[in-house]
């Protein structure tokens, strides 16, 4: 079964600066998905970004960017002039390609962002 | 944007009663999951439904669980008789097609006494 560690509960940056949230999975597939979810304190779950397994190039959105390291099984992302408003619980999730595809969570990093 | 409305939002109940938590996914969706997430805790897979029927469950998905989508469009998790640690906030996501993202909605608060 596939498993994603979180290692950082909880991270804090400074107003403008970057912060890296950092996710390593298990799996022996070679085709799936990732993604990071925000969940703010309205507990909402919202969808930052998404990569695709097959993709080398890294996603990136906006101020959001992943570092995907494939055979490290490691995902990381980056906020860049970080924001009040960025302020959540991020979750990294994995998903495999086809049927049996529900997403597997880590345990969160909440994101404390200082002004 | 459409979304995902969940209802309703906050459910308070006494151990032993049943609840229906209810969903209305987007409407060409057909991908549709309940998740769980304990206070503080990490977001937890319950079922995931596809064509009328579970393609998936997990072990807390037990016999006090079940799923239907009655009218073709509602689709609901209903739990026969909830116990103190059915606390939680409960998610519905669906999703239209294989490769698509998961879109959440805003959650039901359920607290058991």
């Known amino acids: 079964a596939q498993t994603v560690t979180q290692s950082q509960p909880e991270m804090s940056v400074q107003e403008a600066e970057t912060v890296t949230l950092s996710c390593t999975y298990d799996?022996?597939?070679?085709?799936?998905?990732l993604f990071w979810y925000k969940q703010p304190p309205s507990r909402q779950m919202i969808l930052v970004i998404r990569?695709?397994?097959?993709?080398?190039q890294n996603a990136t959105e906006n101020r959001f960017s992943v570092n995907f390291q494939k055979a490290a099984k490691s995902f990381s992302l980056k906020i860049s002039d970080s924001q009040l408003g960025d302020a959540a619980m991020y979750f990294c999730?994995?998903?495999?390609?086809?049927?049996?595809?529900?997403?597997?969570f880590g345990a969160g990093t909440i994101l404390r962002v200082k002004s | 944007e459409p979304e995902v409305t969940q209802t309703p939002s906050h459910q308070v109940t006494q151990m032993g009663q049943e609840v229906i938590l209810r969903c209305v996914p987007i409407?060409?969706?057909?991908?549709f999951y309940w998740y769980r997430q304990i206070l503080g805790q990490k977001v937890e897979f319950l079922v995931s439904?596809?064509?009328?029927?579970?393609?998936?469950k997990s072990e807390i998905f037990d016999d006090q669980f079940s799923v239907e989508r009655p009218d073709g469009s509602n689709f609901t998790l209903k739990i026969r008789s909830t116990k103190l640690e059915d606390s939680a906030m409960y998610f519905c996501?669906?999703?239209?097609?294989?490769?698509?993202?998961?879109?959440f909605g805003n959650g039901t608060r359920l607290t058991v006494t």
């Open positions: 990569q695709e397994a097959y993709k080398q």
């Open positions: 439904f596809y064509n009328n029927e579970i393609s998936e």
């Open positions: 996501a669906t999703r239209a097609a294989s490769g698509s993202p998961l879109h």
């Open positions: 799996t022996s597939e070679s085709d799936y998905y």
């Open positions: 999730a994995y998903r495999s390609v086809g049927y049996r595809n529900k997403l597997v």
């Open positions: 409407s060409n969706h057909l991908y």
